[in-house]
């Protein structure tokens, strides 16, 4: 299941279960450093020193070195807006949606009701380059009037984020005493910037390892090869402008059912299924993008 979402009170919820349980401490500081001492590992912050045989660390520090990875930048606007009647089918929710101006990037369209008189409205960009906060609020707004036709509505909350997508390999950050997570984890699906669904794979994952007395970093491993290489090659062929995204993604979803190309984007597919989704794709200039990546 890919898991786009809006989620109120999910901090609130993550905050009980840590209160309810007895064997977790919640510690707000700012992290200012690490550094690995005698088989342990010092965190320093501005709280002062923390000392642990083993440390997850969400915190993003990796230099990439742009020329030898793919990497652009998933980056977007969201608004959460309310409307004075019901407007949304809160059963449903719009996922990328191409129809407005591509440019020259990749630009689509999210619409995830929350109810039927909420929902979160969203554009995300794929490019290097970002854009002024007025811009992404005019193609929103635009989006709302136009395409869902609405007038009348009040904005309750914006969102902004930057996501990499890059065929960096961020595990090889891990150490004997640190294993990285969440997105400094390389948990962020380098093709579509999701990574909920990912942490949570991590998560188990590296639960499995630490019971079964392995290292946590080989947790890693549950990233398949196999879709890291379509991640990239897909990536390749957007930054060397070969196709269109929005044509890559809609020829995807045109000739197959919508649950194989979720299943291919949360990576729970077969060779074979991936072949047949493959299909309508121009095979020689992914095949050539393929190579390149691998070159890089
Ligand atoms: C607005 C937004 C919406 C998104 N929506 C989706 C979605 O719908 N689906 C999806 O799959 N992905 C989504 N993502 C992708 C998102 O990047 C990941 O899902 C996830 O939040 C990344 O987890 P993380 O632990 O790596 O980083 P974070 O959740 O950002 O956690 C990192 C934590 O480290 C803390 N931190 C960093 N530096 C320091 C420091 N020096 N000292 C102390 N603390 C520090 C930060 O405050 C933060 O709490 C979204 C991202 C954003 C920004």
């Given at each position: ?32 450093r ?6 342990r ?8 020193s923390?000392?642990?045989?083993h ?28 409307t ?9 929710c ?6 407005i ?11 995830l ?16 380059t ?22 009348q509505?009040t904005?309750?909350?914006t ?21 990285y997570?969440?997105?400094a ?5 380098a093709?579509?910037?999701y ?14 390892c ?7 970093g ?47 984007l ?14 309508g ?10 190579v ?5």
């Amino acid at each position: 299941m890919i898991t786009a979402c809006y989620c109120p009170g999910l901090f609130e919820h993550i905050h009980r279960r840590i209160k309810e349980s007895n064997h977790v401490h919640f510690q707000q500081a700012s992290y200012l450093r690490h550094q690995e001492v005698d088989c342990r590992v010092e965190v320093v912050t501005d709280q002062g020193s923390f000392f642990a045989k083993h440390v997850f660390s969400s915190v993003f520090q990796a230099e990439i070195d742009k020329k030898k990875y793919v990497y652009t930048d998933q980056h977007f606007k969201g608004w959460v807006i309310d409307t004075p009647e019901p407007r949304f089918d809160d059963t449903a929710c719009t996922f990328m949606d191409f129809s407005i101006d591509q440019g020259d990037e990749v630009r689509f369209m999210y619409v995830l009701p929350h109810s039927p008189t909420r929902a979160l409205v969203e554009l995300a960009v794929f490019s290097t380059t970002l854009w002024s906060q007025q811009d992404y609020d005019r193609v929103v707004q635009q989006y709302i009037r136009e395409q869902m036709g609405l007038d009348q509505y009040t904005v309750k909350e914006t969102e902004f984020g930057i996501i990499p997508m890059t065929s960096y390999p961020f595990e090889k950050n891990n150490t004997a005493l640190l294993t990285y997570i969440g997105t400094a984890g390389g948990a962020v699906k380098a093709s579509s910037g999701y990574a909920f669904d990912r942490i949570q794979l991590h998560s188990d994952a590296i639960a499995t390892c630490i019971l079964q007395g392995r290292h946590p970093g080989r947790a890693a491993d549950v990233f398949k090869y196999r879709h890291k290489l379509y991640d990239a090659t897909l990536l390749q062929v957007l930054d060397k402008k070969r196709y269109r995204g929005a044509d890559f993604f809609e020829t995807l979803f045109q000739r197959n059912p919508a649950s194989r190309v979720f299943d291919f984007l949360n990576e729970e597919t077969s060779l074979r299924e991936e072949v047949v989704l493959m299909a309508g794709s121009p095979k020689h200039l992914f095949a050539w993008s393929m190579v390149e990546s691998l070159l890089r």
